[in-house]
């Protein structure tokens, strides 16, 4: 709590949303996050986003004007999907994993996730800490490519 006081002291709070003082304060906070999700002897279960899928996001996040996140509903919807079966998948191995993506779209990301499975926090890979050891349980891939990759196929 000091750590929090200390830092909104520093900062201008008047002209920011709710949203805004959290994003601020997270990295000063993440360290206690992690901990609280895995012990230091363990090395942190990560569910991240195959680079074209997490650039179609980046760039949707870039054509909007206004806030939120607009992308293609079924891209979405198998998106969501997947993450919440990778999800399940290693909870039910004993992991608690995380979701780790750009700090470009982590915020409208979460928002996104948090409506569908709201357990699963979502941390950028600025927030890591560099003595953090990862383990990458899943990658989600597009599987809007896969399923265009095996049509040219045929």
């Given amino acids: 709590m000091k750590r929090v006081l200390e830092l909104l002291s ?33 090395p942190l279960s990560v569910i991240t986003l195959a680079p074209d899928m997490e650039q179609i996001i980046i760039n949707a996040l870039k054509d909007q004007n206004s806030n939120g996140l607009m992308l293609d509903p079924t891209f979405t919807q198998n998106m969501i999907k997947a993450i919440a079966q990778s999800y399940e998948k290693s909870t039910s191995e004993g992991n608690n994993p ?18 569908n499975i709201e357990d699963l926090n979502v941390l950028s890979f600025t927030e890591l800490p560099e003595n953090r050891k990862v383990q990458v349980v899943a990658t989600i891939e597009n599987s809007n490519e896969k399923q265009n990759k095996n049509e040219e196929k045929k």
């Fill in 10 to 42: 520093n900062i201008n709070v008047t002209n920011m949303s709710v949203s805004d003082i959290a994003e601020t304060l997270r990295p000063a906070l993440i360290g206690l996050l992690i901990q609280k999700i895995c012990p230091l002897n363990k």
């Fill in 98 to 115: 995380v979701f780790l993506t750009s700090p470009v779209i982590r915020r409208e990301l979460s928002n996104l996730i948090r409506n």
